[in-house]
């Protein structure tokens, strides 16, 4: 298990890394100012001719904003045509409705649970959308 040093100005927290690297979220709130943070902290873990399995945490997630769930969509499509997945585990249910009903369920892989999520990304498929 590596761990990266902790940084305060971070907004996810990497958990494990190895076949998939394991994020949760630092901060309960993903405002329209952290869109960009949010997309280089996802695109760093990227190393050419390896494209990351990544499952983020959305426990405990209490506001996301528009700008970031494009973020997260773009990310997960451009991980997807590199060989690489983003699955989103633990989505709070308000927002895991929100997501259904605005679409982008479609588009972003979600799992009720980490275990889940690992399970998904691992084997590269197209993940089940969290019941609401």
């Known amino acids: 298990m590596t761990m990266r040093p902790r940084t305060p100005d971070r907004i996810t927290r990497v958990m494990r890394t190895g076949d998939v690297v394991e994020l949760s979220l630092r901060q309960p709130s993903l ?3 952290d869109a960009e943070k949010l997309r280089g902290e996802l695109v760093s ?3 050419p001719g390896s494209p990351p ?3 983020l945490s959305m426990r405990g997630l209490e506001t996301l ?3 970031c769930v494009g973020v997260l969509a773009e990310v997960t499509e451009s991980l997807a045509r590199l060989g690489g997945v983003l699955v989103l585990a633990e989505v709070p249910g308000e927002t895991a409705r ?4 605005a679409g982008f369920a479609r588009r972003l892989r979600m799992a009720r649970s980490v275990p889940q999520a690992q399970k998904i990304a691992l084997s590269g498929r197209r993940g089940v959308t969290q019941a609401a």
């Open 98 to 101: 929100m997501l259904k009903k």
């Open 45 to 47: 873990l990227h190393r």
């Open 31 to 33: 405002r329209p100012l």
């Open 65 to 67: 904003s528009g700008t």
């Open 53 to 55: 399995s990544i499952v």
